[in-house]
């Protein structure tokens, strides 16, 4: 129908059509009640963006939300946008957000007639869709067989074949033994991917590059699988070198209806998840485009899909493709897609729940411009992507719009929790092409601000700037490859930037004295000591500023005219301006021997934060000694936890040898398994934690004595 009028009305360009798409999903909208149940109220079984992201269309289509909450959840984000909330437990998710029996109990309490479970959790789950239908209330998702059907990829792969979507080989047998998984792997060839049957989004999923350590990666992907699906049966696939992961937005209705939205590349991983993903996909030709779309329609009839869900294909150089998986859900990246069919795809899921038929045929889909999404993460991009934790002490963001989107469930003064994932956000652009999309999402990366935790914004920078993403020259080996270039040594605060810090702790020092002045028109009082003025003599005043493990000397001079004399390593600069506050934030005006430039100041935990367009800088005021208070096990050394999580297993005792690189210790936290190994070689002499115990960041978790100071 929006088509049609573009055409009536004589639009042409492919951002008017997209826009144009837009308002017309925004009018008001009403069930059909004919052959389907109007949903009037419906629970989100989750949390975090993804439950704010259903509420928001809930709220527009007149749909009235539940929100469910754990302890951990009670203050949060999608807590306070929903109309209604109930607590449904622990922090932990297998007595919260995974308890299909407290899930069910609340949406009969609640009288939703539907339940969201969105990604993750029970979105995938056959059993809790199954619980649904018993129970009266409308899943929003495909049928249970067609959850059980793809879920099983030792299934999904005989199913696909059967449907003439291209499959890539592999074992996918009942035989689950090691010895037979180790024949299957040497008869296919090395390298092979062991992946767990059930479940996805990287989830028991490794790469045995050699016969020697396959069965390592055997036994971790097998402990992964069991803590995340409870089911450790794993397949083993050719692994194909370098490729691309492409995957295709379908959806069908109750009536046998099925379309493909186009394609996304999700190609740009860390640890098999996705970082970064763009619609449609880089350099992928309409003739490729649109056999990519028809498989993918070919395998959501053949298991008579209902909902949204996504085929995913390996794609080689060549660009042959594959049939990796069918994510049999809403993906975490559609909102890329919405961006180029100027859709909303939960409008579409309750809609085609509640009995309708698809909103559009597959002619009146078009595509239009381009968009990524950057995944906003809690991790040390530089510690191999390590998981963190911690509160958003300051939080800022570019200012959403039609064409920039931000997808979130956490406001500052949150806290990102140790028990769930650790996604603060993604940031979603659109633009007319690529180059435009790209360039769009590189500005507004550089308006996402946040202190209080390490995120990878600085390496999303890197990477979008890197020229052979610039290119569309991805796979999912493009950050391995490209290591050194997106892992440049940390570079030294320039001078300038000193410069900046010194006069930001200046200016805000002389704000907060402000009240104590007398009341004198003489904005320079001889009486405020952080004025630095003097009568008859100019005053000096030294600054210590730490630029990680350098400490450097500033030495301030206070001009008679306001303007101030800096001097670092024997260089002289003259340093001037003014703090300007807007919107509850403080914005220094600087001036540098004569060049100006203006960026956000956050002062916090003694450390000075300079954002602008250019680069996030940040310089720490040492704190003393006396004040910092020093911590010590005791020990001869030995390992510690990396960040806080739960001690799955260990591997050693009192007494045990121990070789550098031997694993420890495996610890779960935020639904990643990290393996702690030995830093060096010894006797273990103390192990801290059993297994089940909770760990916090930087605590000692085994004692290790080098074994020529035992004997001596």
């Known amino acids: 129908m929006a088509t049609m009028l573009l055409k009536l009305w004589g639009y042409q360009s492919p951002s008017a059509t997209l826009q144009l798409k837009r308002i ?65 437990g622990p922090a932990a998710s297998q007595q919260s957000y995974l308890s299909m029996k407290k899930i069910m109990a609340i949406a009969k309490k609640s009288t939703a007639q539907a339940i969201h479970p969105g990604y993750g959790f029970l979105s995938e789950n056959t059993e809790f869709a199954e619980l649904c239908k018993q129970e009266g209330i409308i899943f929003i998702g495909p049928p249970s067989s067609a959850i059980r059907d793809m879920g099983i990829k030792s299934t999904s792969k005989h199913i696909m074949a059967a449907a003439g979507v291209p499959i890539i080989e592999g074992y996918h047998g009942d035989d689950q033994s090691n010895q037979k998984l180790k024949e299957e792997a040497k008869r296919i060839g090395y390298p092979v991917m062991i992946k767990a049957v059930r479940g996805g989004g990287g989830k028991g999923m490794r790469i045995a590059r050699t016969e020697a350590d396959f069965l390592d990666q055997l036994e971790s992907a097998r402990r992964e699988a069991r803590k995340s699906f409870n089911d450790d049966a794993m397949l083993v696939e050719k692994f194909v070198e370098n490729p691309r992961h492409v995957e295709v937005q379908v959806f069908g209705d109750q009536h046998g209806n099925a379309v493909y939205l186009f394609e996304r590349d999700c190609s740009v991983q860390r640890r098999h998840q996705k970082i970064i993903e763009e619609a449609p996909g880089p350099g992928i030709k309409p003739e490729v485009r649109r056999r990519l779309g028809e498989a993918a329609v070919r395998a959501a009839k053949a298991v008579k899909y209902v909902g949204a869900g996504t085929v995913e294909f390996i794609m080689d150089a060549d660009h042959n493709f594959y049939f990796m998986e069918m994510n049999t859900r809403l993906q975490v990246e559609h909102p890329v897609t919405e961006m180029i069919t ?307 297993k260990v591997f050693v005792k009192e007494g045990d040898e121990v070789k550098v690189g031997d694993p420890l210790m495996v610890m779960i936290a935020m639904k990643m398994e990290h393996t702690i190994r030995a830093p060096k070689a010894g006797v273990i002499k103390k192990v801290f934690f059993k297994e089940g115990s909770q760990a916090s960041r930087h605590a000692a978790l085994i004692e290790l004595e080098e074994k020529n100071a035992v004997s001596d």
Not at 50 to 57: E, G, L, Y
Not at 67 to 87: F, P, R, W
Not at 577 to 606: A, E, H, P, R
């Open 24 to 88: 017309w999903t925004k009018t008001p909208v009403r069930f059909s009640s004919v052959g389907g149940r109007r949903i009037e109220k419906v629970l989100i079984a989750n949390r975090g963006e993804i439950a704010c992201r259903v509420m928001r269309t809930a709220k527009k289509m007149g749909v009235r939300s539940v929100a469910v909450y754990s302890e951990a959840d009670k203050h949060s984000m999608h807590v306070a946008l929903a109309d209604e909330a109930y607590h449904i």
């Open 342 to 648: 100027g859709t909303d795809l939960v409008e579409w899921q309750l809609r085609i729940a509640a009995g309708e038929k698809l909103p559009l045929s597959q002619d009146e889909i078009s595509l239009d411009g381009h968009s990524f999404e950057a995944r906003i993460y809690a991790e040390d991009p530089s510690n191999d992507f390590l998981p963190g934790a911690g509160p958003l002490l300051h939080l800022s963001t570019p200012e959403p719009n039609d064409f920039i989107r931000i997808e979130t469930g956490v406001r500052q003064g949150d806290e990102v929790s140790v028990h769930y994932d650790p996604m603060i956000a993604k940031l979603v652009v659109w633009g007319e092409d690529r180059s435009a999309a790209l360039q769009k999402l590189r500005y507004c990366l550089r308006q996402y601000n946040i202190v209080g935790l390490s995120t990878n914004i600085d390496f999303l920078l890197s990477l979008s700037g890197h020229p052979e993403f610039e290119a569309g020259k991805v796979d999912t080996s493009f950050i391995a490859r490209h290591h050194s270039q997106l892992f440049p040594p940390s570079r030294k605060v320039s001078k300038e930037g000193l410069c900046q810090a010194a006069l930001g702790l200046l200016l805000q020092e002389k704000a907060v004295t402000k009240e104590f002045k007398l009341h004198s028109n003489d904005p320079y009082s001889p009486f405020a000591s952080s004025t630095g003025s003097r009568i008859n003599i100019l005053h000096t005043r030294t600054l210590v500023l730490q630029d990680g493990e350098n400490k450097v000397e500033v030495y301030i001079s206070y001009n008679r005219d306001g303007t101030y004399s800096v001097k670092i390593e024997g260089e002289i600069f003259c340093v001037s301006g003014s703090l300007i506050y807007k919107d509850g934030s403080s914005f220094l005006n600087c001036s540098v021997n004569g060049v100006t430039s203006t960026s956000k100041l956050v002062i916090l935990n003694n450390t000075v934060h300079l954002f602008s367009m250019e680069c996030h800088e940040q310089v720490t005021i040492p704190v003393p000694k006396f004040l910092a208070g020093v911590s010590s096990t005791g020990s001869q050394g030995g390992a510690v936890a990396p960040m806080t999580g739960t001690i799955e």
